[in-house]
Nanobody, 124 residues
Framework: QVKMVESGGGWVEPGTSLRLSCAAS????????MGWFRQAPGLEREFVAAIHWNDGNTYYSDSVKGRFTISRDNAQNTVYLQMNSLKPEDTAVYYC?????????????????WGQGTQVTVSS
């Protein structure tokens, strides 16, 4: 089993920054990738960013590319999402996710474990 614990959400004003963290514990030695997804009220969960655990290659949705950065700390089994230049449309519950086996398209929500979600609200 794997436990995922997210932190760092909150309320911020437009144009500011926030960093989310997600720590994985348990049987994480076979991690292939970790990702961040988000879900706004009334909308489907959407891909935000993902990172290959071994080589660190990253992937972003077009809506956050250039503003968000995903990174990882292999030793701490932790993935981060640095969010800059936040916009009101970034408001959502953000979920981290962990994938064990190969997945050709990390934008798909085919992950093995999910965090409980953390609320991010961007508003003036």
């Amino acid at each position: 089993q794997v436990k995922m614990v997210e932190s760092g959400g909150g309320w911020v004003e437009p144009g500011t920054s926030l960093r989310l963290s997600c720590a994985a514990s348990g049987r994480t030695f076979s991690t292939y990738a970790m990702g961040w997804f988000r879900q706004a009220p009334g909308l489907e969960r959407e891909f935000v960013a993902a990172i290959h655990w071994n080589d660190g290659n990253t992937y972003y949705s077009d809506s956050v590319k250039g503003r968000f950065t995903i990174s990882r700390d292999n030793a701490q089994n932790t993935v981060y999402l640095q969010m800059n230049s936040l916009k009101p449309e970034d408001t959502a519950v953000y979920y981290c996710a962990l994938r064990f086996g190969y997945l050709s398209d990390l934008r798909l929500p085919q992950y093995d474990y999910w965090g409980q979600g953390t609320q991010v609200t961007v508003s003036s």
